[in-house]
T-cell receptor, first 110, second 113 residues
Framework: EDQVTQSPEALRLQEGESSSLNCSYTVSGLRGLFWYRQDPGKGPEFLFTLYSAGEEKEKERLKATLTKKESFLHITAPKPEDSATYLCAVRKDSSYKLIFGSGTRLLVRP | ETGVTQSPTHLIKTRGQQVTLRCSSQSGHNTVSWYQQALGQGPQFIFQYYREEENGRGNFPPRFSGLQFPNYSSELNVNALELDDSALYLC????????????FGPGTRLLVL
C-alpha cells in the first residue's frame, strides 16, 4: 500500500538550532516528491520538487534531499517565522494525485 | 500573475444539506485538483479536472462531485452532508494533463453541524 510517513509529528527548536525533518515513503514508481509549508488555516505553499535519489534543492534556510526510501528537509539556523507545518507528498507514475503525509509541526522559539 | 483563490473562506451547514465550493485557478493553469484536509492530517485527494473533464478520482463517494468551466474555474459540490465532511477543502491548480507541481489556494473551512 502506498504510504507517506513524516517524523517527528512535532518539533520545538530554539532560534538558530538546526535540525532535520524526515519523510519516508513506500510507493512504486515514484514520479516526484514534494515539500510544502502550511501556516495555520491556510493552504499549502509549494517549496520543492525532487525527482531522483541524490537530488538536493535549497531555498534560504531550507534544504531538501532525496534517497530511494526517504527525504529530509534540513533547516539551518531557523527563525521564528519558519514556524509552520511542513508537509511531504509523493506522486506515482501512474496517478495524478498527491499522497500526503500528516506533516511535522515546527515551532521555533526566539 | 494571480494565485489560486477560493470562496467562501468559511461555511457552516447542517447534516443532510448540500454545499458548493468555488475555486479560481492560477492564471494560465488548465488543471484543477480538489483535496479534503481533516484537522491534524495531510490533504486527501478527491478528484482532478483537466479541460472540463474528470481525469482522476480518489476514494470519495459519488455525493462528492465537481465541475470545471471553460475559464478553468471549478466547483466542488457535496450532497447529503455528513458530520465527517467537516474539514478544510483545498483546490490546487497546475498546467497540463499530466501536471507536476500543484499550487494550492487558501481553502474553504466547512463545518457540518
Amino acid at each position: 500500500e502506498d504510504q507517506v510517513t513524516q517524523s517527528p509529528e512535532a518539533l520545538r527548536l530554539q532560534e538558530g538550532e538546526s535540525s532535520s525533518l524526515n519523510c519516508s515513503y513506500t510507493v512504486s514508481g515514484l514520479r516526484g516528491l514534494f515539500w510544502y509549508r502550511q501556516d495555520p488555516g491556510k493552504g499549502p505553499e509549494f517549496l520543492f520538487t525532487l525527482y531522483s535519489a541524490g537530488e538536493e534543492k535549497e531555498k534560504e534556510r531550507l534544504k531538501a534531499t532525496l534517497t530511494k526510501k526517504e527525504s529530509f528537509l534540513h533547516i539551518t539556523a531557523p527563525k521564528p517565522e519558519d514556524s509552520a507545518t511542513y508537509l511531504c507528498a509523493v506522486r506515482k507514475d501512474s496517478s495524478y494525485k498527491l499522497i500526503f503525509g500528516s506533516g511535522t509541526r515546527l515551532l521555533v522559539r526566539p | 500573475e494571480t494565485g489560486v483563490t477560493q470562496s467562501p473562506t468559511h461555511l457552516i451547514k447542517t447534516r443532510g444539506q448540500q454545499v458548493t465550493l468555488r475555486c479560481s485557478s492560477q492564471s494560465g493553469h488548465n488543471t484543477v485538483s480538489w483535496y479534503q484536509q481533516a484537522l491534524g492530517q495531510g490533504p486527501q485527494f478527491i478528484f482532478q479536472y483537466y479541460r472540463e473533464e474528470e481525469n482522476g478520482r480518489g476514494n470519495f463517494p459519488p455525493r462528492f462531485s465537481g465541475l470545471q468551466f471553460p475559464n478553468y474555474s471549478s466547483e466542488l459540490n457535496v450532497n447529503a452532508l455528513e458530520l465527517d465532511d467537516s474539514a478544510l477543502y483545498l483546490c490546487a491548480s497546475s498546467l497540463g494533463s499530466n501536471p507536476e507541481t500543484q499550487y494550492f489556494g487558501p481553502g474553504t473551512r466547512l463545518l457540518v453541524l
